[in-house]
């Protein structure tokens, strides 16, 4: 075998491992997005709200812009070296009856996992996993977090102690 051929078998085991990496990733954020979505009741049908596809978005963060909305998780996603990958959601809330005034509750969540763990920090409390498992991960207690935050984050909001939230609340309008 040539040089350059040993260059690329070494290239495409590195591609292909790359890719294998991504997919455990995404396979991991999906699970956290389902369970999420699941144990919140977040709706699924479209909200029919002028300039809002779904109640849940997923963002990137691009270093410039701050969080970008992605149409796809996978698009949300960002693969890091060392086993790390990073995304936020943002969860619409909207006030009842007419959805008036409504905004997007958002919020990180960052991935760190090497070969039978995974550790998922969401505002600013980790979770460990088994990451080794084909089975679904127990996110419950995780769930539950997020939750509790959210709501601890609209009662600071209400008494107007903003700073001490960790979760975005983007307060510019949505059009109608």
């Not at 389902?34 to 699924?44: D, I, K, Q, T």
Request: one cysteine or more; proline letters at 4%.
């Amino acid at each position: 075998m040539s040089l350059y051929d040993q260059l690329n078998s070494a290239y495409t085991t590195q591609v292909r491992e790359n890719n294998s990496f991504i997919e455990k990733n995404l396979n991991f954020a999906e699970q956290i997005v389902n369970a999420l979505v699941r144990f919140l009741e977040v709706p699924e049908e479209n909200p029919n709200l002028k300039g809002v596809e779904n109640f849940l978005q997923y963002l990137r963060l691009d270093p410039e812009k701050g969080y970008l909305a992605q149409t796809r998780l996978a698009q949300a996603v960002s693969h890091f070296p060392e086993g790390k990958f990073h995304f936020g959601l943002g969860l619409l809330l909207t006030a009842q009856p007419d959805h008036q005034p409504r905004q997007f509750a958002t919020f990180a969540i960052d991935g760190d996992r090497d070969d039978d763990r995974l550790k998922v920090n969401v505002l600013g409390k980790e979770f460990e996993y088994e990451a080794a498992t084909q089975s679904e991960l127990d996110l419950k207690a995780l769930c539950k977090h997020v939750f509790d935050d959210l709501m601890t984050g609209l009662s600071w909001r209400i008494s107007n102690e903003v700073e001490k939230t960790r979760i975005g609340f983007d307060v510019t309008p949505l059009e109608d």
